[in-house]
């Protein structure tokens, strides 16, 4: 008698256990991940006497009076939030770019150590920020890039790089040789090879590196705390800044805390076919 007419067999028992056991793991980390963030979002939208109230309501009348605080008045979130678009978005670009063609390069060269030089350039990422914001801040204060857009770029910039070459440069080593040799066999340069065919199918490389690197950047409080000044003071200073030694306003610290989750959250909705697909690192196989 087979395992189809007495039951599931040993094997597909295990399966559908570890199946169970993963959906049962994945339940728990998304509770854990929305419940402080649907919380964070309640809290935005109650008015100031309900967010540090003893007793906790779920039911109340929602009101947008945190969000207009944040944007009016003396609290105007606008020039955080451009300076924040500006500095983590062009990091991201130029990350991104240069990663690529670094990264390209890296994967396709010949020369001896270059496992070494690439263990190198993924060390430098592994330094802590309190061990290089000194010697940037000195570095800066020199070329006169404190309190400039520009700075926080470059600052962003420096942490952003070695991490984009080192991620690309696997994706790019999983492409064979051939697929650059045969287009330039029918007639394209390296250079338009590189473009048509190599970066096409790296796609999900280059925009899991985006995300990542926008996000990085989008969250940093160190660099923005020591390099940037009044004109260029991004979204988490601004957080910071609501809490002072006469207390802390707990209703518009929930809205500035949903208003710089939600943006990153909706660009990895947007791009989520291509990060998982990156993430995974199964975008092309080698032969």
Do not use: C
């Given at each position: 008698m087979?395992a189809?007419?007495?039951?599931?067999g040993p094997l597909?028992?295990?399966?559908?256990?570890?199946?169970?056991?993963?959906?049962?793991?994945?339940a728990?980390?998304?509770?854990?991940?929305l419940?402080?963030?649907?919380w964070?979002?309640?809290?935005?939208?109650?008015?100031t006497a309900?967010?540090?109230?003893?007793?906790?309501?779920?039911w109340?009348?929602?009101?947008?009076?945190?969000?207009?605080?944040l944007f009016s008045?003396?609290?105007n979130?606008?020039?955080?939030?451009?300076?924040?678009?500006?500095a983590?978005?062009c990091s991201a670009?130029?990350?991104?770019?240069?990663?690529?063609l670094a990264?390209?390069?890296?994967?396709?060269t010949?020369a001896?150590?270059?496992?070494?030089?690439?263990?190198w350039?993924?060390?430098?990422r592994m330094?802590?920020?309190?061990?290089v914001?000194l010697p940037?801040f000195?570095i800066?204060?020199v070329?006169?890039?404190i309190?400039?857009?520009?700075?926080?770029?470059l600052?962003?910039?420096?942490?952003?790089?070695?991490?984009?070459?080192?991620?690309?440069?696997?994706?790019?080593?999983?492409?064979?040789?051939s697929?650059?040799?045969?287009?330039?066999?029918a007639g394209c340069?390296p250079w338009?090879?590189f473009?048509h065919v190599v970066?096409p199918?790296?796609?999900?490389?280059?925009?899991?590196?985006?995300?990542l690197c926008l996000?990085?950047?989008?969250n940093d409080?160190?660099?923005?705390?020591?390099?940037?000044g009044?004109?260029t003071?991004?979204?988490?200073?601004?957080?910071s800044q609501?809490?002072t030694q006469?207390?802390?306003?707990?209703?518009?610290?929930t809205?500035i805390?949903t208003?710089?989750?939600v943006?990153?959250?909706?660009?990895?909705l947007?791009?989520r076919?291509?990060l998982?697909?990156?993430?995974?690192?199964?975008?092309?196989?080698?032969e």
């Open positions: 087979t189809s007419t007495t039951g599931a597909e028992r295990g399966s559908r256990g570890s199946r169970v056991l993963v959906r049962v793991l994945v728990i980390a998304l509770i854990w991940t419940i402080p963030l649907g964070m979002l309640l809290s935005s939208l109650k008015p309900e967010v540090t109230a003893a007793t906790p309501d779920v109340f009348g929602p009101t947008l009076d945190n969000y207009r605080n008045g003396g609290n979130l606008w020039p955080y939030l451009r300076n924040s678009l500006i983590a978005g670009l130029l990350a991104t770019a240069l990663g690529a990264g390209y390069g890296l994967a396709r010949t001896r150590g270059k496992h070494h030089l690439s263990f350039i993924i060390s430098t330094a802590p920020i309190a061990a914001v940037i000195l800066f204060r070329l006169g890039l309190d400039t857009l520009p700075g926080l770029v600052a962003y910039l420096s942490f952003n790089l070695p991490f984009a070459i080192w991620l690309l440069n696997a994706f790019f080593a999983q492409l064979p040789p697929l650059e040799e045969s287009a330039q066999v340069t338009q090879a473009r970066l199918l790296t796609r999900p490389g280059l925009v899991t590196t985006f995300v996000v990085f950047s989008w409080y160190a660099f923005a705390l020591v390099l940037s009044p004109r003071q991004t979204l988490p200073i601004a957080a609501l809490v006469t207390g802390i306003d707990w209703g518009q610290l809205a805390g208003v710089v989750v943006p990153m959250m909706l660009v990895g947007a791009v076919r291509w998982v697909t990156g993430l995974t690192m199964g975008a092309v196989t080698g």
